[in-house]
T-cell receptor
Framework: GQNIDQPTEMTATEGAIVQINCTYQ??????LFWYQQHAGEAPTFLSYNVLDGLEEKGRFSSFLSRSKGYSYLLLKELQMKDSASYLC??????????WGAGTKLIIKP | GAVVSQHPSWVICKSGTSVKIECRSLDFQATTMFWYRQFPKQSLMLMATSNEGSKATYEQGVEKDKFLINHASLTLSTLTVTSAHPEDSSFYIC??????????????FGAGSRLTVL
């Protein structure tokens, strides 16, 4: 079956750095997405990786290793507003999006 | 950027009534829209893929007669929860796909509709 694994919850301190991991087993691979979802709101797009390596976008970076079925989202200079759930999603060979359950990130002052 | 408008943002209804949720792409044409359901602290569950001018494609386990989807134009898709029951209470989110700068088909989500069935 297809599976996306990410930690259920993480806690970090304001101003610090946090890395949220995502591992996947899917039938084929056509890209990996990270979305941010604040409580009670819809997800918003953060990043897209289809080739191995690091994609940097401001305070957020996303890394992909296709051979390892692994990605991480790196958040730097954490702010209180970064408290949210972070969803990892993989597009499989049929171009279907497989969603992880999300990682709830709690930022403490 | 792409904007998807979803309405209503929340609705409370009595058991047995029907509720319609609208999803509009405001500044782009969406030949395909997706409807998701999300339970608290759980991931997004794809319910159906809405195709403009044709019948929606439902995921396994989703009752098409229960969740009626109409995609009559390139900017509007509707989801109607028929004869709603308390177990239908959930957060429903629509999304539309658009090609982003990176070349990927990025999903833009509506704000979601929280349905509570009494």
């Amino acid at each position: 079956g297809q599976n996306i694994d990410q930690p259920t919850e993480m806690t970090a301190t304001e101003g610090a750095i946090v890395q949220i991991n995502c591992t996947y087993q899917t039938s084929g691979f056509n890209g990996l997405f990270w979305y941010q979802q604040h409580a009670g709101e819809a997800p918003t797009f953060l990043s897209y990786n289809v080739l191995d390596g690091l994609e940097e976008k401001g305070r957020f970076s996303s890394f992909l290793s296709r051979s390892k079925g692994y990605s991480y989202l790196l958040l730097k200079e954490l702010q209180m507003k970064d408290s949210a759930s972070y969803l990892c999603a993989v597009r499989d060979s049929n171009y279907q999006l497989i969603w992880g359950a999300g990682t709830k990130l709690i930022i403490k002052p | 950027g792409a904007v998807v408008s979803q309405h209503p943002s929340w609705v409370i209804c009595k058991s047995g009534t029907s509720v319609k949720i609208e999803c509009r792409s405001l500044d782009f044409q969406a030949t395909t829209m997706f409807w998701y359901r999300q339970f608290p602290k759980q991931s997004l569950m794809l319910m159906a893929t809405s195709n403009e001018g044709s019948k929606a494609t439902y995921e396994q386990g989703v009752e098409k007669d229960k969740f009626l989807i109409n995609h009559a134009s390139l900017t509007l898709s509707t989801l109607t929860v028929t004869s709603a029951h308390p177990e239908d209470s959930s957060f429903y989110i629509c999304s539309a796909s658009q090609t982003g700068i990176s070349g990927a088909n990025v999903l833009t989500f509506g704000a979601g509709s929280r349905l509570t069935v009494l």
